[in-house]
């Protein structure tokens, strides 16, 4: 298939990029080289003890990219052509990252779907039961079986060409099937990889809880999903959205030694680049939930709608706050 083509072609410029580049060919790109963000070591969280934690609640949220507080993790719009991978020089979008470190095996990649079921069966989501893994010490580059599986994970195969291959003798070409029926040839569907602008949101499951030990609320990323919109061919030729669709779970933990050395832009200083794991750990971003534990356990959106679903995100967030405000009022 075509997509095989284009993936041997960009391979040499993917493997090259390494992050952001401080210095190019001993001439540093700037006044001073920024070496904090690229070689700083990951501070890791304070222990909890199950013993400690006094109230606990689990949560589910989403990133919405257009909202401008979010932009940091949309922007820059890298993409991939059919010749090369062009990412920005001084930073990189989220997507860029997170598909870098899967391709290359560093980040673990969790369908949210049975992969046998091809996205047919049972929808299974956040829970991280099936992992993608490629045979140890093999990447995407370097294994055939695991780059196949990916793609339904990276990319979509576009629609099939309706014009047929034609030979040397200027004739359409066909081929005799099994049943002894001939056909026209077609050329095979070429690969559309996800892009940058194609994530629409991020989704968070994460963990609010009490530590006693600390005497503070606390909360910890589990599990992060780039989503995309879901599209489909309408009766008239238009492409038209029909949800949202998660194209995989990655668990936040590990995540986390990987958008550790990575800059994300601040706006109002370019000396104070933070990192993205000092982003999701200072809150550094607007969301709203979609989903909370329950008895029912179901979404927001299955019983509210609109500004609806809005209030009752926000009538959540306030139960977390008032829970430690009454702790130290009462």
């Known amino acids: 298939m075509k997509y095989f083509l284009s993936i041997f072609l960009i391979l040499p410029f993917?493997?090259?990029?390494?992050?952001?580049?401080?210095?190019?060919?001993?001439?540093?790109?700037?006044?001073?080289?920024?070496t904090h963000i690229p070689t700083k070591r990951l501070i890791q969280y304070p222990p909890v003890a199950e013993r400690d934690v006094l109230w606990s609640k689990r949560v589910w949220r989403a990133i919405d990219?257009?909202?401008?507080?979010?932009?940091?993790m949309y922007y820059p719009l890298d993409e991939v052509t059919e010749v090369e991978w062009i990412t920005n020089a001084s930073?990189?979008?989220?997507?860029?990252?997170i598909?870098?470190?899967?391709m290359n095996g560093d980040l673990r990649v969790f369908s949210p779907y049975n992969p046998a079921s091809y996205g047919l069966g049972a929808w299974d989501g956040d829970q991280l039961k099936y992992p993608i893994d490629p045979p140890i010490g093999q990447n995407y580059y370097t294994d055939a079986n695991f780059r196949s599986d990916?793609?339904?994970?990276?990319?979509?195969l576009a629609p099939q060409s309706d014009i047929p291959l034609v030979g040397d003798d200027g004739e359409a070409l066909v081929e005799i099937g099994a049943n002894g029926v001939m056909s026209q040839v077609y050329a095979d569907p070429d690969t559309l990889w996800y892009q940058s602008e194609d994530i629409v949101e991020y989704r968070l499951k994460e963990d609010w809880f009490f530590d006693k030990q600390r005497g503070e609320m606390d909360v910890r990323i589990i599990a992060i999903a780039p989503v995309i919109y879901e599209t489909e061919m309408g009766v008239d030729g238009e492409i038209q959205i029909t949800g949202k669709k998660e194209l995989f779970w990655l668990y936040f933990p590990h995540c986390r030694y990987v958008f550790n050395n990575y800059f994300t832009y601040n706006d109002r200083n370019d000396s104070q680049w933070m990192s993205f794991d000092d982003l999701f750990w200072k809150r550094r971003f607007s969301s709203y939930i979609y989903k909370e534990s329950s008895v029912s356990d179901r979404p927001i959106d299955s019983y509210a709608h609109g500004v609806d679903a809005l209030y009752e995100s926000e009538r959540i967030i306030n139960e977390m706050r008032n829970f430690e405000h009454d702790l130290w009022s009462y």
């Open 91 to 97: 930073r990189w979008s989220l997507w860029t990252i």
């Open 99 to 102: 598909r870098k470190h899967v």
């Open 150 to 156: 990916l793609l339904y994970y990276l990319g979509r």
């Open 14 to 34: 993917i493997s090259a990029a390494q992050g952001p580049i401080p210095e190019l060919n001993g001439i540093p790109n700037g006044t001073w080289m920024n």
């Open 65 to 72: 990219m257009r909202e401008r507080i979010n932009q940091p």
